[in-house]
């Protein structure tokens, strides 16, 4: 999104989270009540295959973050030029530019439910372990805390059904601000 286009009607939002906290499902669920454009970072890079390797250690491939940024530009133009906004879900938020983004949302699990969704989903217990680690540590709410304005950023809970649900409903309260004050 370049920073002199023309001035966005709807806002963009970021959810952002260790792995397994409800990212996409609360994004998705956003986009569904908001009628913001869901864009599932994840899901954008195996489409457009933005890796620069392999890391034969971790198993995993290495993202090529120049690339995912570019093709991310192109979605948030044509969304703005659309007249719309995008709800984006990723477990980073620092490879963004800050200005991209008018709210940062950081889905937080207790414990045991991210356990217990880590183990449903088959990870191995290294890969179990790493993730509770972070969640425990907090790194990505730190991540965000550094990357974004202190008042756009916020932590919230995503352990149940009715989280999620307030979680969208304040989502949709708080777009209805943003438009309001930037019309
Ligand atoms: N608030 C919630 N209450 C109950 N179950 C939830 C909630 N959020 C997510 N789940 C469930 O937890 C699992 C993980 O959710 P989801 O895939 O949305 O997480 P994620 O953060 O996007 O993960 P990843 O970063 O790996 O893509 C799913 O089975 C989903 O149905």
């Not at 690339?67 to 530009?73: G, P, S, W």
């Not at 965000?144 to 149940?160: F, G, Q």
Request: net charge negative; glycine share 6%; with cysteine.
């Amino acid at each position: 999104m370049s920073e002199d286009g023309p001035k966005r009607q709807r806002p963009n939002v970021l959810i952002t989270g260790t792995p397994g906290v409800g990212k996409t499902s609360t994004a998705s669920l956003i986009s569904e009540r908001v009628g913001l454009e869901h864009v599932n970072v994840g899901e954008l890079i195996v489409q457009h295959q933005c890796y620069e390797g392999r890391d034969e250690d971790l198993e995993t491939n290495v993202l090529d973050e120049d690339k995912l940024l570019d093709v991310m530009e192109v979605i948030l133009d044509k969304a703005a030029e659309d007249g719309t906004g995008i709800v984006a879900d990723f477990h980073m938020c620092e490879i963004f530019p800050e200005r991209w983004f008018d709210l940062v949302l950081v889905l937080r699990a207790s414990t045991d439910v991210l356990f217990d969704r880590l183990t449903k989903r088959g990870y191995n217990e290294k890969k179990r372990s790493e993730n509770m680690e972070a969640e425990i540590m907090q790194v990505i709410l730190e991540e965000a805390r550094e990357s974004y304005a202190p008042e756009i950023v916020h932590e919230v809970p995503s352990n149940t059904l009715d989280d999620m649900e307030t979680n969208a409903k304040r989502v949709a309260e708080w777009c209805k601000h943003w438009e309001k004050n930037n019309a």
